[in-house]
């Protein structure tokens, strides 16, 4: 971690200005830029991994492996050892109460499908709905949309104002005492909008609706706190923030998560199980059904590591002033028309190039290993509104420098010249 | 990458033939959709058909554009053919373009371009989908590999 120490002192001293290419050194961290040499733009779907979590993923297997909470052997005392000092390291890295508020999952996707089946579905009374926002990633609308559908709730969904943030105005009208829950993006992976959710929470809270937030493109880019954000549940995953992939965690306030049912019912999650009736553990193992994803949380661990040692407003001062350096050089590129014009945006910006198709922008870029993402980013419904069907996005993290924005530049321009 | 976007593809892309904005009032032509949920490319296909025979055939919609540029060649070479003749070319063209024989039967010169994207897997369903939809609809009980 020496590199990243040093630069850290450097991050620390404010030395920001013209030191956009720091992350030409974080990257040597990064063993998939000296193996398979390629510009990452591309972290909103997924961020490459650290050496060191790569490192206690395979350490966790090779010396440390055991199934987790179960046999009284040394290895699974080991193994469940670090499996649970990850839950604590997760209270503390999002700001929880206690470790119990902190369930692994399998990702996003699963910890936002265990609220809405798990607690949403019991508490459901006649005449409901459902709030949600315009700009959510399909792991934020589909489940809502399928329990509303199934027991004939009403789902609404807040529009955006014309920057592409969530209309609060909206919002506190669409929110009202006939809403079950509330679920919103803190930043959105289309547009990259970060959304002040405080007002739109506390107007919730003022009616009783529980608020879960999706922090899967906020975390690592951005100090999230659940304290400050006061939200009932928040959900993310591993692999956007450094992490291995297939881990990923739902907090919850433990008043909350007393009142949800288990949505997955098996291995490990029982305290008694009967002929007619079985008894469940306490949260969260209630929650965590199954052999878990051990080294998952093994590696999630070091990519906490990393991301505190950095410091995660570190990573956001970097990564904000490369993005706006990034939005500059693309509004100075003619034919380029960048969507959306929020207060705060976070590490991606969303494009598209007059009369060219996203999709032969993005292949042309792959060609000379500029990797950038081309589609409907799992949000067809914002993309509808917008009346755009795919666009182009570029994201970065704390390995992004200015070479990487040049050469999306340079391929843009390698892009134009094939169609003009 | 060059290769793919062959200066043919690049031609019928930004100028293709027999496109249109909007859909003809005309309430006796065949309407195909062609949707890639993937890409979200969607282009619609207007057929003209006297009896067994294509008079004409238009598109609107959007996509990418190799896409694009097959459909605009696809209404080319579909004007005036017989349905069994456009099954045959279909059917020649998928084998050309994914099993790789080239076609005995007809000449599908002006597709070759579109071969290159055996090197592009990925792109592939942007080759295939207006054969597809015109297959669907000549051939509706046709199982497609």
Known sequence: ???????????????????????????????????????????????????????????????????????????????????????????????????????????????????????????????????????????????????????????????????????????????????????????????????????????????????????????????????????????????????????????????????????????????????????????????????????????????????????????QRYSDQLLSHMIDQLQAEEDVQILADPKQRSGLVSFVLKDIHPHDVASILGETNIAIRAGHHCAQPLLRDLGIPVTNRASIHCYNDEDDIEALMDGIRRVKSYFH | MKDLYHPTIIRHSKSPSNFREDPPDDREVVTLEAYNPLCGDEFTLYLYMQGELIEKVQFSGYGCAVSKAMTSLLTERLEGKRILESKVLLSDLRKMLIDNGESPRTLLDEFVPFMEVRNYPERMTCVTLSIDALVDYFEPNKDRL
């Open chain 1, 1 to 315: 971690m020496s590199v990243f120490n040093n630069y850290r002192i450097q991050l620390d001293a404010r030395k920001l200005d013209g030191m956009l290419k720091l992350g030409k050194h974080i990257r040597k961290e990064f063993p998939i830029f000296q193996n398979a040499p390629h510009v990452y733009l591309d972290s909103a779907a997924t961020s490459h991994k650290p050496q060191r979590v790569i490192d206690a993923v395979s350490r966790f297997y090779s010396t440390q492996y055991g199934s987790i909470h179960r046999a009284l052997h040394t290895r699974s005392a080991e193994a469940t050892r670090i499996y649970e000092m990850g839950r604590s390291r997760v209270e503390h890295f999002i700001g929880a109460n206690k470790p119990s508020e902190i369930i692994f999952t399998g990702g996003t996707t699963e910890s936002i499908n265990q609220v809405a089946f798990g607690f949403a579905v019991p508490r459901i009374k006649e005449g409901g709905n459902i709030v949600i926002s315009a700009m959510e990633h399909h792991a934020n609308f589909l489940p809502w949309q399928r329990i509303c559908t199934q027991y004939g709730l009403s789902l609404r969904r807040i529009p955006l104002t014309d920057a592409g943030e969530i209309d609060e105005v909206a919002a506190s009208e669409l929110i009202d005492e006939n809403t079950l829950i509330t679920a919103l993006v803190q930043v959105s992976n289309v547009l990259g909008t970060v959304n002040d959710l405080n007002p739109i929470i506390a107007h919730a809270h003022s009616l009783q609706v529980p608020v879960l937030v999706d922090a899967a493109q906020s975390i690592g880019h951005m100090d999230v706190n659940v304290q400050a954000l006061d939200c009932d549940f928040l959900a993310f995953s591993g692999h956007k923030m450094l992490g291995p992939t297939g881990v990923g965690v739902l907090y919850g306030k433990y008043t909350y998560l007393e009142q949800m049912e288990p949505w997955r019912f098996g291995g490990e999650m029982v305290l008694h199980a009967g002929l007619e009736r079985s008894k469940f553990k306490e949260p969260p193992h209630r929650f965590e059904g199954g052999s878990p994803h051990s080294a998952g949380v093994a590696g999630l661990i070091a990519a906490i590591d990393f991301l505190e040692e950095a410091g995660v407003s570190n990573i």
